[in-house]
């Protein structure tokens, strides 16, 4: 990116919630907060200020899958950023003091998010609809969990996850000279190679979806939501995941998607209705929120169930699906021209080994025709199929 | 001005146009009882100008797989347009359309008032949005700052197209900047001011000739809000105590501006930030801390915030106290200084990775009466900000600042009673 004023430089591992066994709930994102407590070689907070003094700035986030850190420098500081880095992520210090005072800073963050009862909603959600598996837990953890935790267990995280087979740097941005050969005699070129559990996240262990219906109370929630997920195929399925990306397009985005046409602009039963795909490793998953008001809820659902039906019986128009591609490639055409969201993109692949090139997903677009995503796609995405979850303001039960 | 204040920025890119319209009537305009009345505007400006009605407009926008979305802020409005190069020239004149010819048809408009007033409930489940609902009540009162721009239920509820249409004919006297950044065809520009959509504009006013358009109370140097110290209480059944903390302080590029941002980046940018060390690394009293201070072209707040649990909060809210008043009473060592400095440095950077935001950025200074070359200037202005004139404007600005909290009825009682204390 030869324009570019930046350099990103991004970290990743596969080392997110999904890779913690038992009694390590919550140590993933633990442990993201703890790298940047310092490593061998910074003290606590030095690797922020050295950063920042740079003119960067530094970050990072966990998922279920995977962790990333990433610095965001100028140009001439990127070897250096590039040593801090990785000196901070590959050997963290994780000391016993450091380590209580970042729990709590954890159970605050745990604190915070259950204050908002939208993100509680759609936790309960993934609770039921993926039971007993790491993507039905928070990424945050449990408290009790949390509190049980030790450094040494956290170590032994560390030392078993973040292992070469199971980590990759992208850097993106403006690429100075020498940035190359630096890797290659850096810390990361000298990561052991030993994979202890094949590649980390078990792709062989598939997402086990449970299908049914729910209903909650939620205090403090203002408006009703009808919450709808899905199971979709893994992320190594980069044709069935285009296509589903092609029909939730075509369902829930824009005025003349056929959710968002009828129920907010026809019939106007809810305030926002929306459809997202989150791309996983052991199965992805689709996810309709609509926010309505409470006596409106059975009235949604059942012209949610209509509409899905309806693209499930007739292929959609040939000028839908032609939409719904432009769309679907503009958007990630668009999402490449920030150093930050391309070192994302081409590190989460590289670390998977989706694709080579950042673009190469759109190829899979024209695979696409209106009767093969009905039989294929639409056909999929019908309310038994679905794990439905209605909540109503009120108490809890 | 014959169109609207035109930027180009051309760049490199694969391929990608983004177009920025600032229009200068934002929510800090809106009519005496009809708080709401410009987001209401503006969000119905998508729904059919020109010779497009919703459906057409939808029908072009989404066809191309183009982005067009329409903001209201305090001090304008901001249509965003995000397109292939290849599409701005069918694109492009939407812009225009939405100033010049919006239809705001009835029922396009009560739809949009209803959503509204709907998105205007959902907001209150966020302890955040209550806590700065409350400081800027306490600060601004019913000034134009006073309210969200999304509106005042009650008001909103009786606006409809007709009280729009008033407001829709003030939108092209005020003056509007359009810029466009990235792969900028060159063929979009020729004959530009020949195109439909932009010849109603040839009466509008040129930006750069007028003034402010906030209610003297709020542009002014002098803008009073309520008496120092005072508190405003959310009661809410959560888990966490949210705090904010902050006063009034002054427009983006007034001469005390940018000793305020380089506090600000001091105080709130960064894991090195003092908020950050002090209450994460320090205490471990919070999670989500920083300082809100947007750009405004009137009194801006600079407000420190936090959020922390029952148990923790009194202590959170003294060193909130402590890092407020230990700017106006330390000198910040060289160190710390230069760290200031660098931190905006790198924002500056940081904030115009993308076409939409360098777009943003360049409409928003033209907007603000400010010149292109602003920000190289501040940049230039840095190495003159030394620790004592910071200081100093911390004694002018942020004077005993006003508290609002949301939390858990019992503790906010509490914290009040700690407040008077502690001022």
Known sequence: MPESTLTCLDFWCKAGSASEATGEEGIAHFLEHMVFKGSQRLGPGQFDRRIEALGGSSNAATGFDDVHFHALVPPEAAAEGLDLLLDLVLEPALEADAYAMERDVVLEEIAQYRDQPDDQVIQQLLTRCCPDQAYGRPILGWETSLLASTPALMRRFHERRYQGSNCCLAVAGALPAGLESRLTASAMAALPKKDVEGGGVQRSTPLRFKAGHAAIQVPRLEAARVLMAWPAAPAEDQLAVMGMDLATTVLAEGRRSRLVQHLREELQIVESIDMDLTVLEQGSLVMLEACCPPDLVEQVEQEVQIVLAAVAAEPIHANELERARQLVGNGLRFSLEAPGAVAGIAGAQTLWGHSKSLLEPLIHLNHWDPETLRTSVFSQLQTEQAFTLVALPGDED | ?423
Not at chain 2, 98 to 118: F, G, H, I, K, Y
Not at chain 2, 199 to 222: K, R
Request: hydrophobic share 40%; glycine share 8%; charged share 25%.
């Open chain 2, 1 to 423: 001005m014959p169109l609207p204040d035109l930027i180009l920025d051309p760049v490199n890119t694969p391929g990608v146009m983004a177009a920025k319209l600032w229009i200068r009537r934002g929510s800090g305009a809106d009519p005496d009882g009809e708080r709401g009345a410009h987001q209401l505007l503006g969000s119905s400006l998508t729904r059919g100008c020109g010779p497009l009605d919703h459906l057409a407009l939808a029908d072009l926008v989404e066809g191309c797989g183009a982005g067009l979305r329409c903001d209201t802020h305090e001090d304008g409005m901001l249509i965003s347009l995000k397109c292939r190069d290849t599409d701005a020239a069918e694109l492009l004149p939407v812009l225009g359309w939405m100033l010049s010819a919006p239809q705001l048809r009835p029922e396009q408009v009560n739809l949009e008032r209803e959503l509204s007033l709907q998105a205007l409930q959902r907001q209150r489940e966020d302890p955040f949005h209550l806590a700065y609902d409350g400081w800027r009540q306490l600060a601004y009162g019913t000034g134009p700052y006073g309210h969200d721009p999304l509106g005042v239920s009650d008001e909103l509820q009786v606006l409809d197209a007709q009280s729009l249409r008033p407001l829709a004919e003030q939108l092209t006297c005020h003056g509007s900047v359009l810029a466009l950044s990235g792969t900028i065809p060159t063929e979009l520009l020729s004959g530009l001011e020949d195109r439909p959509a932009f010849q109603s504009l040839q009466t509008g006013q040129g930006l750069n000739q007028a003034g402010p358009d906030l209610d003297d109370q709020c542009a002014t140097e002098t803008f009073a809000p309520q008496p120092q110290g005072a508190v405003s209480l959310h009661p809410l059944a959560t888990e966490q105590v949210v705090m904010m903390l902050g006063r009034p302080t002054r427009p983006h590029g007034h001469p005390d501006d940018l000793a305020l941002r380089l506090l600000q980046a001091h105080l709130g940018v960064g894991m090195s930030s003092l908020l950050f060390r002090r209450l994460r690394e320090d205490h471990g009293v919070a999670y989500d801390v920083g300082v809100h201070h947007p750009a405004r072209a009137a009194a801006a707040p600079f407000v420190l915030h936090a959020s922390s649990s029952v148990e923790r909060a009194r202590l959170s809210l003294r060193l909130l106290h402590q890092s407020w008043q230990e700017l106006a009473e330390r000198l910040l060592n060289e160190e710390d200084l230069e760290l200031a400095r660098a931190k905006f440095r790198g924002q500056l950077a940081h904030a115009t990775q993308t076409t939409g935001q360098r777009a943003e950025r360049r409409a928003q200074l033209r907007a603000l009466g400010l010149d292109d070359a602003h920000d190289q200037r501040s940049l230039e202005q840095l190495k003159e900000l030394d620790a004592e004139v910071l200081r100093t404007t911390a004694a002018r600005c942020l004077q005993t600042p006003l508290l609002s909290l949301c939390g858990p009825k019992e503790s906010l009682h509490t914290l009040a009673e700690d407040w008077r204390k502690l001022i």
